[in-house]
């Protein structure tokens, strides 16, 4: 089933087509619609908002600090475009590696991007898990707070869930050429203040990536420096998924945002396709039926899924994805 319709215009009458809604249903809106994926990392906010994209015409601005400049891809886990499905995502790889990209810088990118979407008909769908991005877009710019209206999304993971989750995701990241990937970045100077090089999974290698180019360096010295690296990333990932669930929480209270809160920890708890089973029903279903009340102001049934939509998890375990490097 296909949804046909200009998504981001005002006054506009829509119609569902498949024969999911007989009648049409008019925007009375006198604001842009822009949707934000929020949640601590490893929740599945990118997963989400492109399984959104194939439901409704839209693109994804990303907002994660880290994957906002090029390179380290498996250290900050962008999204693969095999895994985007088509859905043109903005702000993700453009920067350069040793650039201080700022919430400023963010603001007046994501604006563009924003009204880029708008102009092409399609919803503007924000997604990372740099809250004070997120922060400073919709609360930091006048023009950003009279022009548009937002929808909140929270998808959240119980946090022992996601620890176990963080850990085992580390683990893969580690085996699809992590060490590698940082190594090539590595000149031998100390600094992790700016620019890529503050990603968690950088830094900490830096004593091993170290030894390792000490010709005296045993094996078995290598192989601890390397346990203890991964062990820290690890512990860094999940103080950074704390840090963030309450930066939300400080949002939500501070600035009264309406947070749509989702709960994926059951779709966290399976394996396989009951896990894709789980996270359709659990986290997509309510998530398109806020969205649908949010573009329509009416509570149809359900955006339709187009025919032929398959849902690929991010990782072997069918579950949804993480990113270890956001700040």
Not at 29 to 52: N, P
Not at 94 to 117: E, G, K, M, Q, W
Not at 242 to 248: D, E, G, P, S
Not at 272 to 297: C, H, R, T
Request: aromatic share 8%; hydrophobic share 40%; proline share 5%.
């Amino acid at each position: 089933m296909n949804l046909s319709f200009p998504v981001c215009k005002q006054a506009q009458t829509l119609s569902f087509t498949g024969g999911i809604n007989t009648g049409s249903i008019n925007f009375q809106s006198h604001k842009e619609k822009v949707v934000i994926v929020m949640g601590a990392t490893g929740t599945g906010k990118s997963r989400l908002s492109i399984d959104l994209a194939t439901h409704v015409p839209a693109e994804i601005i990303n907002s994660d600090k880290m994957q906002v400049y090029k390179g380290l891809d498996i250290v900050t886990n962008k999204v693969t475009k095999e895994e985007s499905r088509g859905v043109p995502h903005h702000l993700l790889g453009i920067v350069d590696p040793n650039a201080d990209y700022t919430a400023t810088d963010f603001r007046n990118h994501a604006l563009l991007a924003i009204d880029s979407i708008i102009e092409q008909e399609k919803l503007p769908i924000i997604a990372g898990g740099s809250n004070s991005f997120i922060e400073s877009l919709v609360n930091d710019d006048p023009f950003f707070s009279s022009r548009y209206e937002c929808c909140f999304l929270w998808v959240d993971v119980s946090l022992p869930i996601l620890h176990r989750f963080v850990s085992k995701r580390v683990d893969q990241m580690v085996k699809a050429g992590l060490v590698e990937e940082v190594k090539g970045l590595f000149n031998g100077q100390s600094d992790y203040t700016r620019g890529i090089r503050r990603s968690i999974g950088v830094p900490e290698m830096d004593k091993f990536l170290r030894a390792q180019g000490n010709a005296n360096a045993d094996p078995e010295t290598l192989e601890a420096l390397l346990q203890e690296a991964v062990d820290q990333i690890k512990e860094n990932t999940y103080k950074l998924a704390c840090r963030q669930l309450q930066k939300i929480h400080r949002l939500r209270d501070l600035w009264g945002w309406n947070l749509h809160r989702i709960d994926a920890t059951e779709a966290f708890l399976h394996h396989g396709e009951e896990a894709n089973e789980a996270w359709e029903q659990l986290v997509v279903d309510p998530s398109a039926m806020i969205l649908a009340q949010f573009l329509y102001k009416s509570r149809p049934r359900a955006i339709p899924k187009p025919q032929g939509t398959t849902i690929t998890p991010r990782t072997v375990t069918a579950m949804p994805a993480m990113a270890t490097a956001t700040h």
